[in-house]
């Protein structure tokens, strides 16, 4: 199974300032990660697929990067609605088993 | 727009079954692998299950084979999870996802969950 390991656990951060969300994989997963954004009591979207592709509708405020072990998410001008747990997802895996990072908590001053 | 609605959840004892279902809308349901996820209280997601859009294949995580069985009826655009030999820690908030991204392997929307709770 691969693992995946996002960094920091949890921050918090004030309006208008850029953060970077990391997610390493226990072996490479070529570009075949995707970016969720989960805030509480609402359905998990889709940010990034194949490790920089923004979602249709994404802001482009959000950004990834990365191939092989290691990718990050960043995130630009932040705003309060940004306030969410960030997830990676690998789907380097056919048949699928797809891994989570366990998330990244993110607080908005 | 697309719309899944999840439901059936319930309040089930250890080793008892259950079936929930998903309603889609807003999008040719038949063209789509759909899949589902859960999250257990306080921790992160985690995928269950996923099927082909022609019902060809069924995939399963470790968590999941044995014991879940994915179905679907593309004329009434609904997805199933028949749970059985539930556990405690099947616990869980369950979302199905409808594979739209990356060549349709990715889950690029999802509905809101159903809540199903299993204990004594």
């Known amino acids: 199974e691969i693992v995946l390991t996002q960094s920091p656990a949890a921050l918090s951060a004030s309006p208008g300032e850029r953060v970077t969300l990391s997610c390493r994989a226990s072996?490479?997963?070529?570009?075949?990660l995707a970016w969720y954004q989960h805030r509480p009591g609402q359905a998990p979207r889709l940010l990034i697929s194949?490790?920089?592709d923004r979602a249709h509708g994404v802001s482009d405020r959000f950004s990834g990067s990365g191939s092989g072990t290691e990718f990050s998410l960043t995130i630009s001008r932040l705003q309060s609605e940004d306030c969410a747990v960030y997830y990676c997802?690998?789907?380097?895996?056919?048949?699928?088993?797809?891994?989570f990072g366990q998330g990244t908590k993110l607080e908005i001053k | 727009e697309v719309q899944l609605l999840e439901s059936g959840g319930a309040l089930i004892r250890p080793g008892g079954s259950l079936r929930i279902s998903c309603a889609a809308s807003?999008?040719?349901?038949?063209?789509?692998?759909m899949s589902w996820f859960r999250q257990a209280p306080g921790k992160g997601l985690e995928w269950v299950s996923a099927?082909?859009?022609?019902?060809?294949?069924?995939y399963y995580a470790d968590s999941a084979k044995g014991r879940f069985t994915i179905s679907r009826d593309n004329s009434k655009n609904t997805l199933y999870l028949e749970m059985n030999s539930l556990r405690v820690e099947d616990t869980a908030i369950y979302y199905c996802?409808?594979?739209?991204?990356?060549?349709?392997?990715?889950?690029?929307?999802w509905g809101r969950g159903t809540l199903v709770t299993v204990s004594s």
């Open positions: 996802a409808k594979w739209g991204a990356a060549g349709g392997v990715v889950a690029d929307d």
């Open positions: 807003g999008f040719m349901f038949d063209k789509f692998a």
């Open positions: 099927m082909s859009y022609d019902l060809r294949g069924t």
């Open positions: 072996q490479s997963v070529s570009t075949q």
């Open positions: 194949s490790a920089s």
């Open positions: 997802q690998q789907y380097f895996n056919w048949p699928p088993n797809y891994t």
